[in-house]
């Protein structure tokens, strides 16, 4: 039968790439812990661990393991922390993932609302690049919840939270600054602030000017959400970012992209949200998206 030390040993192995730091962090014997792992791999069917000569290598079935191995250990520790918050012995602690966009724009005013009504509740944020990073972090148990564009297939609970728009950012002195609306296609010969690969708002640009019958040139990459509307306004070129994030009394002249380019966010979690993540949805659908 597994048991969540097996699961532990495993992480921990993995984590550290040897058998002896790990059970010098585990502060058990090298013996005590190859057992262990051999006991776990007899209940697996199969072998999980590769000892090569330098580190340590998962096999096909150790993969697999893995990710539900550090959901059950995440679980447990909630379930502990759950518990003693219910004694009485210590204040909670909310964990949300969510992107990095997200952080920006959508959840500053949410997180305003809760610590008016959960002021001893703690908040930890997880951030991710891209959407895939940030469902595969919470398939595998990183927090109690995640904020982010709808996830497809997720077999958890999903709240959709609303409508997210995207608009178009350019200097003031930029030949497009004028009016309110554009299309996209007018801004095709144009080189880009971009995203970097990997970015999840580089996919949403991509498809949008895809959409529009081009692809877009960069003539700059960022890494930083933040940055796009800055360097768009400083005349590096067009940028396309969430309305949400620019600041009060931002510089550059905002043009909302005909047709729209949107995506829906929502929150959710691995199973039924517990009591803190429910009342933090709430909180996300009340205070909206902008």
């Known amino acids: 039968m597994t048991t969540l030390r097996q699961l532990e040993y495993l992480v921990t192995v993995v984590d550290e790439g040897s058998f002896t730091r790990a059970a010098e962090l585990l502060h058990v014997t090298q013996p005590a812990l190859s057992h262990q792992i ?3 791999e007899r209940s697996a069917g199969g072998p999980l661990l590769e000892r090569l000569p330098k580190n340590i290598r998962l096999t096909p079935t150790g993969r697999a393991m893995l990710p539900h191995a550090r959901a059950a250990l995440a679980d447990a520790q909630r379930a502990n922390c ?8 210590e204040v909670g602690e909310l964990q949300i993932a969510t992107l990095y ?8 005013a949410a ?3 809760w610590r008016k009504s959960y002021p001893d509740v703690g908040i930890r944020l ?3 690049r891209h959407t895939d990073e940030l469902v595969e972090a919470m398939s595998a148990g990183e927090a109690d919840l995640a904020v982010g564009p709808e996830p497809s297939n997720w ?5 959709v939270l609303g409508i997210e728009e995207l608009v178009v950012v350019v200097s003031p002195d930029d030949p497009a600054a004028h009016g309110t609306t554009i299309a996209l296609k007018d801004l095709a010969d144009r080189a880009w602030v971009h995203y970097t690969p990997g970015h999840g708002l580089a996919d949403v640009l991509n498809r949008a000017c895809a959409q529009a019958g081009f692809e877009p ?8 959400t933040a940055a796009a509307p800055a360097l768009a306004a400083a005349g590096l070129g067009p940028a396309l970012v969430p309305a949400n994030i620019l600041p009060a009394g931002f510089e550059g002249h905002v043009l909302r992209p005909d047709p729209p380019v949107c995506r829906t966010l929502t929150a959710y979690t691995r199973g039924e949200p517990d009591p ?12 909206g998206l902008e």
């Open 111 to 113: 997180l305003k609302t």
């Open 101 to 108: 966009s997200i952080t920006l724009g959508v959840l500053p």
């Open 38 to 40: 051999r006991a776990l």
């Open 155 to 159: 077999p958890g609970t999903t709240r």
């Open 126 to 128: 997880f951030e991710h």
């Open 217 to 224: 040139r960069a003539a700059v990459h960022t890494e930083q």
């Open 82 to 89: 759950a518990a003693r918050q219910a004694a009485g012995l």
């Open 276 to 287: 803190l993540a429910a009342a933090f949805i709430e909180v996300l659908t009340t205070v």
